[in-house]
């Protein structure tokens, strides 16, 4: 593409590093800044650049946070007799706006990926364990990593480092998705979701 | 949604009110922030706010333009006898990218639009007008306007301003896109595009 002016090819070109977003939604957003207030374009850099340089990560479990401790971490309402592992702190809002959980959780930071180069000593597993031997209130971890191939090698990985602690491990139901179609799901789903059925009684 | 952080649901609220990013994609623009570097997300913000508060616009076609007039009223390159009206300067860029155009331009900035209020006193006709009294060069004004009804009442309010200046004025081709299949073009299209046939000769 052609700008007519380097100071929208030099802002087109940042945008469109973001996930997401090609050069053609890049273009748009940029032209999209040019019909609103300086002050707006001025708000959104400094809130962007604030989430990069204040945000702090959670001492205990590695989610975002605002201060040293999420708030989750720091609910005396949540259970804390319970842990859920995650892969990043996305997941942690997913699994919030269930509603469906009371626990606290553990974000890796990552999965084991040998072909990203991503290794167990660099995901948050240790932080995990040392969580574990400063407490006796923990009853059960759930793994609640994606049914991937390096989500299913981070879940044994996990389960071989908790068997010491003697715990309660599980991991979340796979399954055909709630209003999903037979027809449409794939055959190793399919497959899982009948050996892993359920009984009605 | 809840969001563990102040700054977080800060940033995500900026970020969505950009045009075509929805909350989840805000959020996913967001916590990728967080894994780049404080440099990136400083050149992003800063390439932002340069976009804003230094752009300027074409003084003779109101094109976007990093000087009083863009490079393509400066090029001696082009041909100064047609002026081709749009609606924006993404206009301007798609036009660029065919190749197929060598004339100058004049943005309009918007189309007549009576339901959100923007009249012809709201876009640069005027500026047209005279841009047209002060050159004898001009021979020919392409209308390059959606074929909506907006973009209709702009080329006809057009058309009626520009019979007194005698000059060719002309509409962009519309029928049906190259590659385009017939059964799947809509009814208005198709009936254009017999209508306006073209002799083979």
């Not at 707006?40 to 990069?52: I, K, P």
């Amino acid at each position: 593409m052609n700008f007519p002016s380097k100071l929208i090819e030099e802002a087109v070109s940042e945008v469109s590093k973001l996930p997401g977003i090609g050069k053609k939604s890049a273009l748009r957003i940029v032209l999209h800044l040019l019909k609103r207030t300086e002050k707006e374009t001025h708000s959104l850099a400094d809130a962007l650049v604030a989430v990069r340089t204040q945000i702090h990560y959670c001492k205990k479990c590695h989610n975002i946070s605002d201060g040293e401790l999420c708030s989750i971490c720091l609910s005396p309402k949540r259970d804390a007799s319970v842990i859920c592992v995650v892969q990043d702190s996305r997941d942690v809002l997913a699994i919030e706006n269930t509603g469906q959980y009371n626990g606290l959780y553990h974000v890796l930071g990552g999965i084991i990926s040998p072909l990203e180069g991503i290794g167990p000593s660099d995901l948050k597993i240790d932080s995990l364990l040392e969580r574990l031997q400063h407490t006796s209130e923990v009853k059960e971890i759930i793994l609640a990593l994606s049914p991937t191939m390096e989500g299913d090698t981070t879940s044994f990985y996990l389960q071989k480092k908790l068997k010491p602690f003697s715990l309660k491990i599980s991991t979340i139901a796979r399954g055909i998705p709630i209003g999903g179609d037979l027809e449409y799901a794939d055959e190793i789903t399919l497959g899982r979701s009948i050996v892993s059925r359920i009984n009605y009684d």
